[in-house]
Nanobody
């Protein structure tokens, strides 16, 4: 099964930007759906943005206009460009892929901390 690995997290000041990457070990077209989620301390994991195999993009209201999901088919990678970051965006960010065959997989997560 194709696996996912996130990268790109770090410490950034409020108003700054980061780009997260979710690299697949094989073709991203193994997945019908790929999404970014985040989990802040003491909170439930929440959906941030997603892209379907057909290219349909959706994002949560809390990040609309600031975060953009995209993919590079040749690199088998999905990105999350995060601009105008706020302290409340601090969380561990996870990438999920739902396979064409039954099942799904998650990456290990990458920490994003927004603080001055």
């Amino acid at each position: 099964q194709v696996q996912l690995v996130e990268s790109g997290g770090g410490l950034v000041q409020p108003g700054g930007s980061l780009r997260l990457s979710c690299a697949a070990s094989g073709s991203i077209f193994s997945f019908n759906y790929m999404g970014w989620y985040r989990q802040a301390p003491g909170k439930q994991r929440e959906w941030v943005a997603s892209i379907t195999r057909g290219g349909v993009i959706s994002s949560a209201d809390s990040v609309k206009g600031r975060f953009t999901i995209s993919r590079d088919n040749a690199k088998n990678t999905v990105y999350l460009q995060m601009n105008s970051l706020k302290p409340e965006d601090t969380a561990v960010y996870y990438c999920q892929g739902i396979y064409q065959s039954p099942g799904s997989t998650w990456g290990q997560g990458t920490q994003v901390t927004v603080s001055s």
